[in-house]
């Protein structure tokens, strides 16, 4: 980008954000800009930096607080979170948040098991203790589909209590899974090159023979029986997507990421019909990364086929939902090397000097909340292709521009965008030597 045009995107970006001071009052105009809107999508360029869980955390309390905001829908397993759901209504046996994130034991723990998650779902137990005896709780929703063989326990146990000659139907159908030892992946292989049978018939069988006692299951004990038949529906749907899912990842990357952002839209709107059958009006908070939760069509996914949630939701829900995106120029975060690696403390390099990033930078201003959909000046100016960063929960710096920036369209992929010049990285609740010892700096070791 040329030095003019660059610092012409600094000038408008500066005119048309709003300093984030660190105050009570902050995030007024995003609330405004909110609405009556019935969902808030709360993104984050990264799954390990702190002042994105944070915020996301203080903007939510203030969904709940004032915009009756009913439920969080996060980028988590469906079983995992339904057990903080229980433990923020004052249900099960877990005595403490940390004991109900204790479910969260796939890689990367980090995402859920922090010291802001756990700060918010005590804070969220608290809100929904306050509320009176008949009032509807708040409830803690994950949207993916990672966790086949813990669904495959939630519903065999859901069924073991309420029709124990269909759970034995259901365990046999199931056991087509159980030759692979829980490894999702080899049993995807194995069915996608046809070393073995695919287990999808059977999966579907179980959900169709589960949603035809639906009435008798459902209606046993009022909203509790509601409740559980709802839980154990939406395993045995994801059980039905996780296993498409795991053969697909070896036919190609769009067909994987496709059905996947499907599968969590689909259960956003399972959801949303579920609360409203019990008398709420839903209005969901979505936390999850900004690559899920920006419009997909202003990215370069939209040129290889793919779609995401943001588009899906948009795309159902129009005006009814906002698209926040959250961006950071440098400081630190918490990610892996590789897979299933520890949990770093890494450093985050400073951002390409033709990003979005460096033009917030560039505009001098620290941390800003900046209007995309009701600026007008801001939209057109933050319209043009640029790169935008993607941390996930692999940071491999070495690799920065192939690895984790993409082309994007900032005013149609968001509503809105909140950045936050320098970061620190996420404080995962067990840390482990390279976590605490964090990354040497690249003058190392003159600069120790």
């Known amino acids: ?214 009435a008798d299951y459902a209606s046993r004990d009022g909203r509790v029986a509601q409740d559980e038949f709802f839980l154990a529906e939406q395993n045995a749907r994801l059980i039905l997507n996780a296993e498409k899912y795991y053969r697909s990842m070896f036919r190609g990357r769009v067909e994987s990421w496709n059905l996947r952002d499907r599968h969590m839209a689909e259960t956003l709107g399972a959801l949303v019909t579920h609360l409203n059958m019990q008398g709420q009006i839903a209005k969901i908070a979505v936390w999850e990364h900004n690559s899920h939760l920006g419009d997909a069509r202003a990215t370069y996914m939209a040129d290889y086929g793919e779609l995401n949630v943001g588009q899906l939701v948009r795309e159902r829900y129009g005006s009814e939902a906002v698209l926040i995106g959250f961006t950071t120029y440098t400081g630190t975060v918490t990610a892996a090397s590789d897979w299933d690696a520890p949990a770093e403390r890494k450093r985050v390099r400073p951002a390409l000097e033709d990003s979005y990033e460096a033009s917030f930078h560039d505009a001098e201003t620290a941390n800003v909340f900046l209007p995309l959909r009701d600026d007008r000046l801001a939209s057109v100016a933050l319209r043009d292709p640029r790169l935008e960063r993607a941390i996930g929960v692999i940071y491999l710096p070495q690799t920065e521009r192939q690895s984790h920036y993409f082309q994007a369209r900032l005013s149609d992929q968001f509503d809105a965008v909140i950045h936050f010049d320098e970061t620190s990285a996420l404080q995962p609740l067990e840390r482990q030597a390279l976590w605490e010892t964090g990354e040497p700096p690249e003058t190392y070791p003159t600069g120790m």
């Open 1 to 214: 980008m040329a030095i003019a045009e660059q610092n012409l995107m600094a000038k408008v970006v500066k005119q048309a954000s709003q300093p984030l001071e660190g105050n009570a009052r902050d995030y007024d105009p995003l609330l405004r800009l909110i609405g009556d809107a019935r969902f808030c999508l709360l993104g984050e360029a990264t799954h390990g930096t702190h002042e994105f869980y944070r915020e996301r955390a203080e903007i939510t309390k203030r969904l709940i607080e004032e915009k009756a905001f009913t439920s969080i829908a996060v980028e988590a397993d469906w079983p995992d979170a339904f057990r903080v759901n229980r433990y923020v209504r004052g249900l099960g046996d877990d005595v403490n948040a940390d004991e109900a994130l204790s479910g969260f034991k796939r890689f990367p723990t980090w995402m859920w098991r922090n010291t802001v998650v756990l700060e918010f779902v005590e804070w969220l137990r608290d809100y929904n203790a306050s509320l009176p005896t008949n009032g509807a709780k708040v409830g803690f929703y994950g949207l993916d589909l990672y966790s086949l063989y813990t669904s495959i326990e939630a519903v065999l146990g859901y069924l073991n209590k309420v029709d124990p000659v269909a759970a034995k139907r259901a365990l046999y159908r199931y056991s087509c899974f159980e030759h692979f030892a829980e490894d999702t992946q080899a049993y995807g292989y194995a069915a996608n090159f046809g070393l073995t049978e695919s287990c999808e018939r059977e999966v579907i069988e179980q959900l169709i023979e589960l949603r035809r006692q639906a």
